[in-house]
């Protein structure tokens, strides 16, 4: 292992930050990976909403041998890590709906078209998983109510309006009414 010489620790800290500080740039112009890790940490690490480390060559230069360090490695993981880059966290991204959708063709023996899947979550079906049910489900009862002619906007406006009521808790069979109206009506519409 080669051992660099203090001033090229620092050089190379300076790189780092700089290359960080862009990233997070890129990350928050876009608005995307926010609450993702690298970014995460960064703001924890730094105690500030938009994290930026030092690239003040005296400030880094100052730094004992064991700070420069530390902070060499803490840049570094941010570096490596896919959730720092917007095309690192698109791969996260895509790989948590590949596992999703395998899981779930496992354990309810069906077969979700990736785009249908991604539309489904793009237009409010991923806050009502992140938030209100049991996943498989809601993902179940999207595609039963698919097959019946309710489109994914008609059911995740009609189960989120069941969900947000506060006062009165949630009722399934409040829900198939709605969803048989939503039917009844299209039923309707067709026969004129």
Known sequence: ????????????????????????????KKSVGLRESAYRYAQVETNKEKPRYTTNINKISSMSEA?????????????ESPSST???????????????????????NIDINKDEYINFIENGGGKLLNKYMDSKQLVKDWLDKRKQGITTKEFIRTYSRYLDRVRKPFD??????????IIDKKASIKRK
Do not use: P, W
């Open 1 to 28: 292992m080669v051992k660099l010489s203090h001033n090229l620790k620092v050089k190379e800290a300076q790189r780092l930050a700089k290359q960080v500080n862009q990233r997070f740039y890129r990350l928050e």
């Open 67 to 79: 700070e420069l360090t530390e902070f060499m490695l803490s840049l570094r993981k941010k570096v």
């Open 86 to 108: 917007i095309r690192g966290l698109r791969g996260v991204e895509n790989r948590r709906i590949e596992n999703s959708i395998y899981v779930l063709n496992k354990t309810l």
């Open 172 to 181: 399934q069979a409040d829900v198939e009414k709605a969803f048989k109206k």
